[in-house]
């Protein structure tokens, strides 16, 4: 910063930047003049002398300020954290439990009977047709 400061007392400097820069600033005057405390006076709200509004309505603030805490509250915390709770503890619609229940029961009456936990002829090989080698020829097999 104070390199800035001593930038500023170039001639150079001064007559290209500076000069060009005090021709777009404005000063603002912080003292009060007559007709400003007379304004002031009339005023009811001089809260709202600085209000900004959030987008929703411009000419009244209560109403802006309604509108904004209802949208908020309606959106954050009804849609994400009500929708949250109910999107994480809402029952199984794919079934994955009752399917990994269904095979650990398989798997236990499995085991109890001496069976292989999957069997290797879970399809009858009598119902499976197999091309031959003749129909193979030159045909590379992956295994």
Not at 74 to 90: D, Q
Request: glycine share 4%; charged share 25%.
């Amino acid at each position: 910063m104070a390199g800035l400061i001593q930038l500023r007392h170039m001639p150079l400097m001064r007559r290209c930047v500076w000069n060009h820069y005090a021709k777009i600033s404005r000063n603002i005057s912080t003292s009060k003049r007559n007709s400003d405390t007379a304004a002031t006076a009339c005023e009811t709200k001089p809260e709202d002398k600085n209000w900004v509004s959030y987008g929703f309505d411009y000419t009244s603030k209560e109403e802006d300020t309604n509108a904004h805490h209802s949208s908020f509250f309606f959106s954050v915390t009804l849609c994400l954290v009500f929708g949250g709770f109910a999107w994480a503890y809402a029952p199984d619609v794919h079934m994955r439990d009752w399917a990994q229940r269904e095979a650990f029961l398989e798997l236990r009456r499995r085991e109890k009977a001496g069976l292989p936990p999957i069997d290797p002829n879970f399809v009858d090989p009598s119902s499976i047709r197999l091309p031959s080698e003749s129909e193979l020829c030159d045909v590379e097999i992956i295994i």
